[in-house]
Structure formats: C-alpha cells, structure tokens
C-alpha cells in the first residue's frame, strides 16, 4: 500500500521560508510523476509543481521564482523549497504520486488525479 506523508508545514511571517517534505512508503518515486498542490478554504485546490521522470519541472505562474520542487530517488522523498511566503499562501499542501501533470496557461494541472497517491496534507500559514 502506497502511502505519502507531507511535513514541515507551520505558521510564518510574511517574507519567511519552509521546506515541505514528503516521505513515499510501498512505492519508488524513480518511475513516477511527483507534485504539489495546495487548497485554500473555499478555492478550489491548486497545482503548484509538478517534477516528471525526465527532470522536467513546472511550476504555477503564483509561486515561479519562490518555490523550487526537489526530489530524492533514493531516499524516496520529495521536497517543496517555499521561500517569500506571502498570505495568499496559506493552505493545506498535499504532495501526490503517480499522477502526471501539464503545464498550461500559467498553471498546473494533474492529468487523472483519481488515479495517483495522495498524502493526507499539512497545513502552512503566513501571518500579515
């Protein structure tokens, strides 16, 4: 059984940084999509980054140049580097697996997201 739990979320001040883990169990990041998605309460939940197998990275237009995804194979561990940490930002993170992603008009879109590995969330909130 796949199973991904997110950490490192909390509260900050505007302009601080976190760094979001995401540790996969019962399954290997090697041959798989990994991204990151947020839900603000009353939006709707929100791409944000996406690392393909190739290397490739995305990223939605509201947190490019802020936010930097990682990845460690080996350790099968994902990371969200988020620095300038605005209000807007506030939501629940959750990462998912096994769910490809397109980039598209400024944003990032999982394509199938019934059919990856969702972690439970963890919450980040920026104080004003």
């Known amino acids: 059984q796949v199973q991904l739990v997110e950490s490192g979320g909390g509260l900050v001040q505007v302009g601080g940084s976190l760094r979001l883990s995401c540790s996969v169990s019962g399954d290997t990041l090697d041959y798989y999509y990994v991204g990151w998605y947020r839900q603000a309460p009353g939006k709707e939940r929100e791409g944000i980054s996406c690392?393909?197998?190739?290397?490739?990275?995305y990223y939605a237009e509201s947190v490019k140049g802020r936010f930097t995804i990682a990845r460690d194979n080996a350790g099968n561990t994902a990371y969200l580097q988020m620095n300038s940490l605005a209000p807007e930002d506030t939501a629940v993170y959750y990462c998912?697996?096994?769910?490809?992603?397109?980039?598209?008009?400024?944003?990032?879109?999982?394509?199938?997201?019934?059919?990856?590995?969702w972690g439970r969330g963890t919450q980040v909130t920026v104080s004003s």
């Open positions: 690392s393909g197998i190739d290397g490739s990275t």
């Open positions: 998912a697996t096994r769910i490809p992603c397109v980039y598209y008009s400024g944003k990032v879109y999982p394509i199938g997201p019934d059919f990856g590995s």
